[in-house]
């Protein structure tokens, strides 16, 4: 009788890995309030004990979502705002790349929105909190440079440029949210862009 072959055995950090990627699959599809560890595990073809394995809790599990989701998010808006050949072209790159991010993983301000509605601070509220100064600090670097080249604005706050800049990529999401797709968001990013650029004073520029 032929012996079944053995089970492959996986390393922590690849099986979550493989449980972040799966919330954030199942959080594209549906509310994030509403993913049991049942529901992560069978999309995984695992029993929630070996879900358990690997994180303590669900609340493990979520912290280490917005944990990935910050680096990976952040990692590429740097990039894109870095390998931008001036400060404004770094703006519409970095608004760019977010979109197509949102994009890749729909699941993504899903989960940020439903964790922001919560009351407490939890630790995943908390990353969620640090993504965003991370985010403003990348964004007031590139605002700082725009105005040393003297293309802001005159008396332009560049706090407030640098909240307006998220909220307007915060307005295309929930748009998107409630068309139920994503798929004209880029369409929709590249009309609300240039006008983005002359709130602040950045004229006659390619975007």
């Given at each position: 009788?032929?012996?079944?072959?053995?089970?492959?055995?996986?390393?922590?950090?690849?099986?979550?890995?493989?449980?972040?990627?799966?919330?954030?699959?199942?959080?594209?599809?549906?509310?994030?309030?509403?993913?049991?560890?049942?529901?992560?595990?069978?999309?995984?073809?695992?029993?929630?004990?070996?879900?358990?394995?690997?994180f303590?809790?669900?609340?493990?599990?979520?912290?280490?979502?917005?944990?990935?989701?910050?680096?990976?998010?952040?990692?590429?808006?740097?990039?894109?705002g870095?390998?931008?050949?001036?400060?404004?072209?770094?703006?519409?790159?970095?608004?760019?790349?977010?979109?197509?991010?949102?994009?890749?993983?729909?699941?993504?301000?899903?989960?940020?929105?439903?964790?922001?509605?919560q009351?407490?601070?939890?630790?995943?509220?908390?990353?969620?909190?640090?993504?965003?100064m991370?985010?403003?600090?990348?964004?007031?670097?590139?605002?700082?440079?725009?105005?040393?080249?003297?293309?802001?604005?005159?008396?332009?706050?560049?706090?407030?440029?640098?909240?307006?800049?998220?909220?307007?990529?915060?307005?295309?999401?929930?748009?998107?949210?409630?068309?139920?797709?994503?798929?004209q968001?880029?369409?929709?990013?590249?009309?609300?862009?240039?006008?983005?650029?002359?709130?602040?004073?950045?004229?006659?520029?390619?975007?």
């Amino acid at each position: 009788m032929q012996q079944a072959p053995p089970k492959q055995r996986f390393s922590t950090d690849t099986r979550q890995t493989e449980i972040v990627t799966a919330v954030l699959a199942l959080a594209a599809q549906r509310s994030p309030a509403s993913i049991t560890t049942g529901d992560i595990a069978g999309a995984l073809g695992l029993t929630q004990g070996a879900v358990f394995k690997h994180f303590p809790t669900k609340d493990a599990i979520w912290l280490a979502v917005m944990v990935w989701v910050e680096h990976h998010l952040l990692s590429t808006l740097e990039t894109a705002g870095r390998d931008a050949p001036d400060a404004w072209a770094g703006l519409g790159a970095v608004f760019r790349a977010h979109i197509l991010f949102v994009m890749q993983y729909p699941g993504v301000p899903r989960l940020i929105f439903s964790e922001l509605q919560q009351a407490d601070d939890t630790p995943v509220k908390m990353q969620v909190r640090s993504l965003l100064m991370r985010y403003r600090t990348l964004l007031m670097s590139l605002l700082n440079a725009v105005e040393a080249a003297g293309r802001l604005g005159a008396g332009v706050d560049k706090a407030a440029a640098a909240s307006l800049f998220i909220g307007s990529v915060q307005g295309l999401v929930m748009q998107s949210m409630l068309a139920g797709s994503c798929d004209q968001m880029a369409v929709a990013a590249d009309g609300a862009f240039p006008l983005y650029l002359r709130a602040i004073g950045v004229l006659g520029e390619s975007v």
